[in-house]
């Protein structure tokens, strides 16, 4: 029994400080400390990051009640008059159980599995994406088609894409490490891979998913040693195409410039529409907000307030106060994942912890794309806020990448004890 509770104790994180071994690997460990013979309070306890795992839990929860509070008087509008008042977060909540489920699974794969599986994650990712496009198969909304049905929820493959993308750019770095350097051999065929999958994103359209996948792929390169000529070549190419993309696209120059100027007169009741009624919740909200359930905008003036423009009722109802906490929890979340990933990279696990930089990334600038376009700093974009915006498929792909870093971290910590992964 008592090796039986030790067990679950350690599996949950909450192993005794005095089981540690003195002399342990001294990880962030400062000399003071180390001289003083302390090493034990400093090796991470078996389990996984449990402030990460809380902080996780706190955004769904947070996510569902501003779901629920920026959707219960959708059924007003004709569009949603068979909806019932709680549609939305019933439906937001079925997709956070379905993503702790796989999340669940997801944790019990070992790293070593994911490398084998990223190429075949990548090509099924292609498919799905193709698939999208086919009549009668992809489901289209408000003019893009991103969607398969599958009956209990529908299912985005531009989610899918961009956890495959990261399993794929880490694997890629591990395998092409001896000739990073050389442009034909490392960066072209993955530069090509990437061009693949822009191309399929933008047939959509969805130009906001290709920016978060080149994002994904250009910083999985940069971590994984690719000298900073090439990045800056990488990047005038990316911003190159982004600007052809803009300017032969009559639709994509028009939210630009209803972001330059929001409330004129051309583009008020148009494409600055979203935006201005987004401002004008967050500055509703003031210091403090009007209070959870009181926003007005939510009342069939600011459109998918439930899903992109979530950060607009926060503002509104919880004001500058809580969208400072929102920015401040995104910006701790990225950068502890981030922290996970350079640990497994320090124990020489260079796959796991490229993935978890990528899924650091991957969190952070969507998060910040989200935040900037809510704010009026950022072109309107479909991107939802990680982990709280409504949608089943970001919901799950979101759960199913996060517990693959609390994977790495549990990895981190098997090795850290003298184990093996």
């Known amino acids: 029994m008592k090796r039986l509770a030790a067990g679950l104790s350690s599996l949950l994180g909450r192993q005794d400080a005095s089981a540690s071994v003195p002399g342990d690997l001294p990880i962030h460990l400062s000399s003071r400390d180390y001289a003083r013979g302390r090493t034990d309070q400093w090796v991470p306890k078996l389990g996984f990051d449990l402030q990460l795992f809380w902080a996780m839990v706190g955004l769904l929860c947070f996510g569902l009640v501003m779901v629920y509070s920026a959707s219960i008087a959708l059924p007003d509008n004709p569009r949603f008059g068979n909806y019932m008042a709680s549609h939305f977060v019933l439906r937001h909540g079925f997709a956070i159980l379905i993503g702790a489920m ?18 075949r994650l990548f090509l099924l990712a292609l498919l799905l994406l193709a698939l999208v496009l086919v009549p009668f198969i992809g489901k289209g909304v408000n003019g893009a088609r991103r969607w398969i049905a599958l009956g209990i929820m529908n299912f985005q493959p531009s989610e899918l894409a961009k956890f495959a993308t990261v399993l794929y750019a880490a694997g890629y770095m591990v395998r092409k490490i001896a000739v990073k350097e050389s442009f034909m051999r490392a960066i072209l065929p993955m530069g090509s891979a990437v061009i693949l999958l822009a191309a399929l994103l933008l047939a959509e359209p969805d130009m906001g998913a290709f920016m978060v996948v080149a994002v994904i792929a250009m910083g999985i390169l940069f971590l994984g040693g690719v000298t900073m000529r090439m990045m800056l070549l990488i990047v005038g190419l990316l911003m190159s195409a982004f600007v052809v993309m803009i300017a032969t696209s009559p639709w ?25 009624h987004s401002l004008i919740a967050i500055g509703r909200g003031e210091i403090f907000g009007v209070g959870l359930g009181s926003s007005v905008e939510k009342l069939h003036w600011l459109p998918e307030g439930h899903t992109d423009f979530l950060l607009a009722v926060i503002g509104e109802e919880f004001g500058l106060v809580g969208v400072l906490a929102l920015v401040l929890t995104f910006f701790w979340l990225t950068r502890r994942i981030m922290q996970i990933g350079r640990q497994a990279i320090a124990l020489d696990q260079l796959f796991a912890g490229l993935v978890a930089q990528g899924v650091g990334l991957w969190m952070g600038f969507q998060a910040l794309i989200n935040i900037g376009v809510c704010l009026g700093a950022l072109p309107t974009k479909g991107l939802t806020l990680p982990l709280m915006s409504y949608g089943g498929s970001a919901i799950l792909m979101n759960l199913v990448a996060l517990a693959v870093v609390l994977r790495v971290d549990h990895e981190n910590r098997q090795l850290m004890h003298g184990g093996r992964v």
């Open 252 to 276: 994509r120059r028009a939210r630009v410039f209803a972001y330059l100027d929001p409330f004129s007169e051309d583009h008020a009741l148009g494409k600055g529409y979203q935006l201005s």
């Open 102 to 119: 796989m999340a669940l699974l997801a944790f019990q794969v070992p790293m070593s599995s994911w490398e084998q599986w990223a190429p």
